[in-house]
Structures are given as structure tokens and as C-alpha cells.
Nanobody, 126 residues
Framework: QVQLVESGGGSVQAGGSLRLSCVAS????????MAWFRQLPGKEREGVAV????????YYADSVKGRFTISQDNAKNTVYLQMNSLKPEDTAMYYC???????????????????WGQGTQVTVSS
């Protein structure tokens, strides 16, 4: 089992920045990738970014490219999501996820991931 705990969400004005953190504990070496997803009530979970554990390969959703950066600190079992130039449409609950594989072009499909955190709310006001 892997436990994931997110933090760093909050309320910010458009154009502002936030950094989300996801700390993993438990059987962490079973995970090959970690990702961030976001979700609005009544909508499907949307992939935001993914990073391969140790390798550093990344993918981003087109809507966040150039504004968000995913990174990792393997010594701390932590993945970060630096979010700059935030827009109101970035408002959502953000979830951290861990997967047993590296999914390439299918990275944004939530069904590929094996473990999920409880989420942290991000609200961007105009």
C-alpha cells in the first residue's frame, strides 16, 4: 500500500502562484510514476501532469503547459506541482496519484493509477 497526502492548496487571485506537495509513504518503491489530476464537482478527473519516478520524464495537459511544473524530491518521497499564472479555470480539487507503470500517451487516464490522495482545493478568483 502507498499513502499519499497532498498539501499547499488555497485561494489566490488570477495571475498568482501556488505550490502543491504530495508526500508518499508506505510501499513507495512499487510506484513508477506520480501524477496530479484535478476535478470539478460532477465532472471527470482531468490529468494535469505526470512525472516518472527517478527518470524525470514528464507530460503536461495542454491547458497548463508553460505555467505548471511537476518535480520530485526522491529523498523526501515528495512530488511538487508549481503552478504559476493561475487562471480562474484552474479552480478545482487537485489530487495526487501514483501508478505502477509508465503510461506514455495514456498518462492522463485516471483508471491507470493505483493510489490516490484525498485532494487539496485550489481556488483562483478573477
Amino acid at each position: 500500500q502507498v499513502q499519499l497526502v497532498e498539501s499547499g492548496g488555497g485561494s489566490v487571485q488570477a495571475g498568482g502562484s501556488l505550490r502543491l506537495s504530495c508526500v508518499a509513504s508506505g510501499y513507495t518503491y512499487s510506484s513508477k510514476c506520480m501524477a496530479w489530476f484535478r476535478q470539478l464537482p460532477g465532472k471527470e478527473r482531468e490529468g494535469v501532469a505526470v512525472i516518472s519516478i527517478g527518470g524525470g520524464s514528464t507530460y503536461y495537459a495542454d491547458s497548463v503547459k508553460g505555467r505548471f511544473t511537476i518535480s520530485q524530491d526522491n529523498a523526501k518521497n515528495t512530488v511538487y506541482l508549481q503552478m504559476n499564472s493561475l487562471k480562474p479555470e484552474d479552480t478545482a480539487m487537485y489530487y495526487c496519484a501514483a501508478g505502477w507503470g509508465w503510461y506514455g500517451g495514456s498518462w492522463s487516464e485516471a483508471r491507470n493509477y493505483n493510489y490516490w490522495g484525498q485532494g487539496t482545493q485550489v481556488t483562483v478568483s478573477s
